[in-house]
């Protein structure tokens, strides 16, 4: 069974540039998740979707990060303009919906540096 | 709010030697609990979880982990380290009344020294 994929897997941006992430998540799971991950920190969520919809995307910053999942499958996660503080490690995760959610399977991740 | 603490950032432990990771969490109600592993330039692994009855659960790797209600800690344990557990580790709590949402802990960096 192929796990999450996610790309690309290192990019390196100047400030106020954009960027863009994108996740294949494991076939058949509906649920998808977009975490951040600041060195030093656990992972935190930045938006969920289930199928097409959202979920909850109560700690994205909507005013920079916007986040789609148009035909329910692979998704984009979109920095527009980036700041120094974003960089991090975004991670790609997808699970089965109900209690079997919290059984994440998680992409290798995406590393971005703002310099 | 559902919170994760994990108090050691660091832990060096020698190959062959017992290795126990502290986890405390702030809930109203009994969550659900979870340990993952970050190994490097990968992405998390789920290692257990809990979610009811017997406190003491078993997962891969040889970890296992003991949820205390009374400390409200999950604490992770191993008997015998290999080389290969030098990761991250990580705990989570979920609830329902949270939207089934995982909330992570900090981390623990695991280094075995052979």
């Known amino acids: 069974e192929a796990g999450v994929a996610q790309s690309p897997r290192y990019k390196i941006i100047e400030k106020r540039q954009s960027v863009a992430f994108w996740c294949n998540p494991i076939?058949?799971?509906?649920?998808l998740y977009w975490y951040q991950q600041i060195l030093g920190q656990g992972p935190k969520l930045l938006i969920q979707?289930?199928?097409?919809?959202?979920?909850?995307d109560s700690q994205l910053p909507k005013d920079r990060f916007s986040a789609e999942r148009l035909k329910g499958v692979d998704s984009t996660l979109k920095i527009q303009p980036a700041k120094l503080e974003d960089s991090a490690v975004y991670l790609c995760a997808s699970s089965l919906p109900g209690v079997l959610s919290y059984e994440q399977y998680f992409g290798p991740g995406t590393r971005l540096t703002v310099t | 709010a559902q919170s994760v603490t994990q108090p050691d950032i660091h832990i060096t432990v020698s190959e062959g030697a017992s290795l126990e990771l502290r986890c405390n969490y702030s809930y109203g109600a009994t969550p659900y609990l979870f340990w993952y592993v970050q190994s490097p330039g990968q992405g998390l692994q789920l290692l257990l979880k809990y979610f009811s009855g017997d406190t003491l659960v078993q997962g891969i790797k040889g970890f296992e982990a003991e949820f205390k209600r009374s400390q409200s800690s999950f604490n992770l344990r191993k008997p015998s380290v290999h080389w290969s557990d030098a990761a991250e580790y990580f705990c989570?709590?979920?609830?329902?009344?949270?939207?089934?949402?995982?909330?992570f802990g900090g981390g623990t960096r695991v280094l075995v020294k052979p």
């Open positions: 076939s058949g799971h509906a649920t």
């Open positions: 979707f289930q199928n097409n919809g959202v979920v909850d």
């Open positions: 989570a709590v979920g609830a329902e009344a949270a939207g089934n949402k995982l909330t």
